[in-house]
């Protein structure tokens, strides 16, 4: 179980020009019983959390929800999350390394309980129980930007990468002459100023950093 800091907590946590992360995950397939750890309930306290930690018990603080595929999880930083078993998911993230360990089911890995509390101190734990919403063609927010693309062109405004979502075997030809045949879950950087035209049945995840 994981929480990130914004990045005033990462840089004062782990030093000058240090960034925090944010994150989102689409949900690629899923098994009809896979859930996830998204948030706590609206009873959790930093003391609560901390004692829960000591005992091993810091399930019955966490906010379990069901996801099916197509669904879209926005994790801004101290939002305390997990993954859980038959989820197949992409992940885009803030650039950075911060993570910290709250929780592992009393494995004996590492954690970083004192960060992650001191993360979890400066938000509002009145909205820890954030929602599960189903990917609505486009979203953005302040690191990156995510959109649904099917069509057969694309001219590429700033650096960008294309996930293939849906489809097998699409002829991508670039404008510089260069051709590709994509598989699904297959991923291509497209420069600036390039243009691209798409043949085959598929759909795509457009990402941007911002």
Not at 69 to 91: C, M, N, R, W, Y
Not at 172 to 195: P, R
């Amino acid at each position: 179980v994981q929480v990130h800091p914004d990045d005033k907590d990462a840089e004062e946590l782990e030093g000058k020009g240090i960034r925090g992360k944010t994150e989102c995950w689409y949900i690629l397939d899923a098994t009809p019983d896979a859930k996830l750890v998204y948030g706590l309930k609206p009873d959790a306290t930093c003391q609560k959390i901390a004692d829960d930690i000591k005992s091993g018990t810091l399930e019955k603080d966490l906010h379990f929800v069901n996801v099916k595929k197509g669904d879209f999880i926005f994790i801004p930083s101290g939002t305390v999350h997990a993954i859980g078993g038959g989820i197949k998911l992409l992940e885009i993230q803030q650039s950075s390394n911060v993570t910290y360990r709250l929780y592992d089911w009393n494995r004996g890995r590492e954690l970083h309980v004192e960060k992650s509390l001191k993360v979890l101190s400066s938000k509002s734990m009145s909205k820890m129980l954030p929602e599960i919403q189903h990917f609505d063609k486009s979203f953005t927010c302040k690191y990156f930007a995510l959109e649904l693309l099917s069509g057969t062109n694309l001219k590429a405004d700033e650096t960008t990468l294309l996930f293939l979502l849906e489809g097998n075997n699409v002829n991508v030809e670039s404008s510089d002459g260069t051709k590709l045949v994509v598989e699904k879950e297959n991923i291509i950087a497209v420069k600036a100023g390039e243009e691209l035209n798409f043949s085959g049945n598929g759909s795509f995840m457009k990402i941007v950093a911002k």
